[in-house]
């Protein structure tokens, strides 16, 4: 039997024994086999969510819905910055060029646009997406994409092209910022002010949906997911539209009238430290900030440091009154000139020896008499009072850039630099700092932090600002305040003081002149150019309100008094009368100023 | 030898004999076959069916309709939501303090120097009163840019020496202001 099975010599050179043939059989099927595994191991194992995903996106659409952009509000809710739903109109030149001629007149007839400037880009050789308007608004846009489609153009589509508008144009903007022209891949571009600092709070985030689509719409019984979008949020602000407005014109009137290159105008609620106005002057139009040069873009009243001055004597005179060592009716011998270990200190007006009290010293602005008065300084106590009155400090109200000023450190602080300090040179401050010194007068000698945001708000930096953070502190007695601004008052009063020009009729104001030397911008030393400012609140038994202005380089003969006083009066003014502040009636102050 | 369980069936008395006899099985006679009519209950099953499915398709069809009016809906509340945002836009560029002033001021209005109070509860008027005057506006509107220097130079000075030797030029520039002034003054009387 077994001999029988023997296969034939010949036929098993051919196949070879089966259990080889067996054996090779096996392997294939083994190694197609561990093929498949592989690939099975690949598809679940390795990236099965990839594999997934593409295979429920065949045939989904994706839209992103766009976060709209807070607005910036003023404090009663007047919108100072505000988003619209804006779109641009695309076109693809290898549709259009066959028309463009008429397509380029229709649509300069209906848009804001520009013939010959379009008319090439119809007809861009090679190109299938051309910009031909932007940020115009959608309605607009979508009605003139129809009317050319009636009219048998074709080529032409809209896309999401979000404006920003700022509907005072010039009011605040150097606060506010403004928004580059938005990248279609990156969205908004914000590059200044508010917009830059608060961008993560204004931006929001935007949502997407996804869903099936059959011949251009949505199919009802489909897959579909929506993440909404989450809206940017409003910041409102402490800035007085109306109010801020004003200031801007009062105050653009008076740099121009008086030849000045530059100013700036703060006004504060005295109680609480809210900024109602920061104006600075030259400003610009936000809606076209690429028509003014960079320098006019930015805050200066934060970001320039400069000498107050004069002003300055209102914090040394009020520390001085806060030690007890002298009170408002100290009689002084002033002399004509004053002669210190470096160099001899003398008065804005020639005068030989005079005897003033020291609200006199102050009423006439006399540096010399400053000087002698805060001789009675121990050491470092003036430094100490400045540096609580919020010198060379920033304010942190939240804009970008602002500078802290220069307080001399006490390794600086010699004598002769004490002496200057005391009338306000050789320090430099930013106009919000020294505003809110001069407003702790105002406010008792209690030092309120000035802020512009309302409630609170996380710039990009992380600092949170606004007015939930505010702190307070005493800088000085309440006797010493309430001294210092009935010798304050004296500086408004048309006989005893030198600025009558500051007087809002009615009321008792209190307030403080400042001529100061300036540091030219080429020689950083003196030029002979000065800083002219007033600093005052009013009314001056119940303040309510604290302005400041200041005007840099006037023409030589200008003053504080005379160019910065009638400024102040009517800021003041407009701000007690819009808000309703009657005059307390108390009979003003009568402190004598010589002897 | 007998089972218990014989034993036991022995013992129970036989019961109801007549019911247990009448309860055997017989054979029932075998009857015609009633069949029941088909196509009346496939005709039902397939009206069931014809309804069912064309229920189904209306009921897409109107989904489906649904949708179509869902989204021309939304478009239109997408374009009239940009057209009211266009509209608020406008208004507010009509509310910029700016323009109000400038109207204001075209239709002759001026801001008031002094305000005047009247308290209710006490009757009394404080503040200063005084007539708003004319003149005392602020310059509203663009400034003109300021023309560059390279274009308006400084005027270029030449001191002449004086023909008199007597009279210097400075003291000269003071008597002719001098007298501009006074000339300025008659006018003004």
């Not at chain 1, 380029?104 to 090679?126: C, H, M, N, Q, S």
């Not at chain 1, 000139?337 to 804005?348: A, F, H, K, N």
């Not at chain 1, 400053?370 to 400090?393: I, K, M, N």
């Not at chain 1, 945001?453 to 930096?461: C, F, L, R």
Request: with cysteine; aromatic share 6%.
């Amino acid at each position: 039997m077994s001999r029988d099975r023997q296969p034939a010599p010949g036929r098993g050179s051919l196949r070879g024994s089966p259990q080889v043939r067996l054996r090779i059989g096996f392997i294939l099927i083994a190694m197609v086999l561990s093929a498949f595994g592989a690939r099975l191991v690949q598809l679940q194992g390795l990236d099965p969510n990839g594999y997934a995903a593409m295979a429920a996106a065949e045939g989904l659409t994706e839209v992103v819905l766009p976060a709209e952009r807070g607005d910036i509000l003023d404090r009663n809710g007047e919108p100072l910055a505000d988003s619209v739903d804006g779109a641009m109109v695309v076109a693809d030149p290898s549709l259009t060029t066959e028309k463009a001629p008429a397509l380029a007149k229709f649509l300069a007839t209906r848009l804001d646009v520009d013939y010959f400037t379009i008319l090439p880009r119809l007809r861009e050789k090679g190109s299938r997406y051309e910009y031909i308007a932007r940020q115009i608004p959608a309605a607009q846009a979508t009605a003139v994409v129809e009317a050319a489609k009636e009219e048998d153009f074709d080529g032409l589509w809209t896309e999401r092209d979000p404006v920003r508008q700022y509907p005072a144009d010039d009011v605040a903007a150097n606060l506010i910022g403004f928004l580059g022209t938005p990248d279609p891949t990156k969205g908004e571009q914000p590059l200044a002010g508010m917009e830059l600092a608060f961008d993560k709070i204004l931006s929001g985030t935007d949502g997407e949906a996804t869903y099936q689509r059959g011949a251009g719409n949505k199919i009802p019984l489909g897959d579909n997911t929506t993440v909404p979008a989450v809206d940017g949020q409003d910041i409102t602000t402490t800035i007085d539209r109306d109010l801020q407005w004003y200031t801007q014109r009062v105050l653009r009137q008076t740099v121009e009238s008086a030849g000045g290159s530059s100013g700036y105008a703060i006004v504060m609620d005295s109680r609480t430290g809210e900024l109602l106005t920061v104006a600075d002057y030259p400003t610009f139009n936000a809606n076209k900030p690429a028509d003014s040069p960079r320098s006019n873009r930015i805050s200066r009243a934060l970001s320039d440091p400069y000498e107050p001055g004069s002003v300055g004597k209102v914090l040394s005179i009020g520390a001085l009154l806060d030690t007890g060592r002298v009170g408002p009716r100290l009689r002084m011998t002033v002399p004509g000139q004053l002669q210190r270990q470096d160099r001899p200190i003398g008065d804005w007006f020639d005068h030989g020896t005079i005897r003033l009290t020291l609200a006199g010293v102050l009423a006439k602005s006399s540096n010399i008499g400053t000087v002698l008065a805060t001789d009675q300084f121990e050491d470092g106590e003036l430094r100490s009072y400045l540096e609580r009155f919020g010198l060379g400090a920033k304010t942190g109200i939240g804009v970008l850039g602002e500078t802290g000023g220069i307080l001399p450190g006490p390794g600086a602080w010699t004598s002769q630099a004490e002496d200057r300090i005391s009338f306000g040179q050789s320090v430099s401050v930013n106009a919000v700092q020294m505003a809110a010194a001069v407003n702790t007068i105002a406010n008792g000698g209690v030092r309120v932090d000035p802020e512009m945001v309302k409630g609170s708000a996380t710039m990009a930096d992380g600092t949170v600002v606004g007015t939930d953070t505010t702190t307070k502190e005493r800088v000085i007695s309440e006797r010493a305040a309430d001294q210092m601004a009935r010798m304050m008052e004296r500086v408004i009063d048309p006989d005893a003081g030198v600025a009558p020009g500051a007087a809002v009729p009615g009321y008792r104001v209190a307030g403080k002149t400042g001529t100061a030397q300036r540091v030219g911008d080429e020689c950083a030393c003196y030029d002979g150019s000065t800083t002219v400012s007033f600093a005052g609140f009013a009314p001056a038994d119940d303040p309510q309100f604290t302005v400041y202005v200041v005007v840099q380089q006037p023409r030589k003969g200008s003053g504080g008094g005379s160019v910065a006083g009638p400024a102040f009066a009517k800021i003041m003014g407009y701000a007690l009368r819009q808000y309703g502040v009657a005059p307390t009636g108390a009979a003003p102050s009568t402190l004598p100023v010589e002897w | 030898m007998s089972s218990p369980a014989t034993q036991l069936r022995s013992r129970v008395p036989r019961i109801a004999g007549a019911a247990v006899e009448r309860a055997r099985l017989t054979v029932v006679p075998r009857t015609r076959a009633v069949r029941a009519a088909r196509v009346p209950f496939v005709l039902f099953v397939s009206l069931i069916l014809l309804l069912g499915v064309v229920g189904l398709l209306m009921f897409n069809t109107s989904m489906q309709q649904a949708s179509f009016t869902m989204g021309t809906y939304q478009e239109r509340a997408t374009s009239l939501a940009a057209r009211e945002e266009q509209l608020t836009a406008e208004l507010e560029d009509l509310r910029d303090p700016e323009k109000l002033g400038r109207k204001a001021q075209r239709e002759g209005m001026v801001l008031p120097t002094c305000t005047g109070y009247l308290h209710q509860d006490s009757g009394l008027v404080t503040g200063e009163l005084c007539a708003a005057e004319q003149g005392t506006n602020l310059r509203l509107g663009d400034r003109v840019p300021p023309v560059p220097k390279a274009v308006d130079p400084d005027p270029i000075v030449v001191r002449v020496p004086s023909t008199d030797p007597g009279v210097s030029s400075t003291a000269a520039d003071a008597a002719g202001d001098k007298q501009r002034e006074r000339t300025s003054g008659n006018r003004r009387h």
